[in-house]
Each structure stands twice: as C-alpha cells, then as structure tokens.
C-alpha cells in the first residue's frame, strides 16, 4: 500500500529537522563545551579532590565557559545545594527509631553545624554576586572566611561520628554524606582561592 503524500512529507519533514538540529548542535556546542570542559578539568586539578571536583562541575560547562569566577560562583552554588539536602537529610535520621543517646547528640550536634555551614555558603553565594574589582579585596576575603568556617563545622560534624561510639550503619551513612560535602567544600575553597590569586 502507498505511504500517502501527507505522511511522505511529515517523515521527510521530521528527518530535515532532527538533521538540521543534529548539525547545528555539532556544529556550535561542541568546541565551546570542549574548551569549558577542559577549563574545569585543569582548574580541578589544583583541588584537593579533583576528580569530585570535575563531576560536580562538568554538568555546568556551559554556564561556567572559561570564567574563573562564574567557575568559582557554579562550586559554590553546588556546594551549597549539596549542604542544604545533607543538612535535610540529617535531620530526617534524627527522627528516626532505634539511635543510640550518643548517636542522638552527635546528630543534634551535626544537624547544628549544617545549619551553620549552609550559612556560611548562602553568604558567600551572596558576596560573590556582588563582587567587583572596586571591592573585590574585601568581598574576597569575607567569602574565604565564610567558606573556610563551612568546611571547619562540617570536619567537626564527622569528627563527632569518629570519636563515639556508632553502630556501624549510622556510621557508614552520616559519614558518606558528610565527607562529600566536606569534599567539595574544600573543592569550592580551592577554586574560590584561586580565581582570588588573579586579581593579586
């Protein structure tokens, strides 16, 4: 049975544009995403935990393109909504049957110290976006104070589950979501420190 001209020149249609948009997308992105890609990957190099750094950053090429501070801006942001869901998700196991007294203070005590981390990056996020060369100096200096204070309660959040006695279940996952975000704390300290250095 014949195709009939309508459905003919739908299919033909239909090929002509996702072959259009196939070209165009090869055509324009790749060699810009290409360069944004490699711009993450070496500035992750210098980050204490480069592969983590890269894999959190590399989704944002596009947006990040090879800016130092829209670089330095992306990790914070990421760091920050990675510390708000741990700090949600601290919360949440608190509530939850079977702890131990020990466990409970020190979730009480690491639920405390998210919220302040958290803080600490909603400022910097919020230095950050208002930074010029006319301040930069002092704004820079606030958000690596800030920066540096989140990494300082999330280490004593971890700690807190290194120095008592845990179950080995509350342990293993306090400390995987913990540790990631101290991870990329230090990451965020590390890329924020280095779009500082250029402006020395």
Known sequence: METPPCTRFLSALLFSLAFTSINLISAGRPASDKASTEFIRTACGTTTYPQLCFTSLAAHASVIQTNPK????????????TARSTSSDMSTLLKRHGLTPREVSAMQDCVEELSDSVDQ???????MSQI????????????QTWVSAALTDEDTCA?????NAMTENVRTVVNARIVNIAHMT????????GYASLHH
């Open 70 to 81: 829209l670089l330095a801006s992306t990790a914070l942001s990421v760091t920050l909504s």
């Open 186 to 193: 230090s990451n965020a300290l590390a890329l924020i420190n």
């Open 132 to 143: 010029k060369s006319s301040n930069f100096g002092l704004m820079i200096n606030d958000i």
């Open 159 to 163: 700690n807190g589950f290194t120095e």
């Open 121 to 127: 990056l909603k400022k910097s996020m919020g230095e």
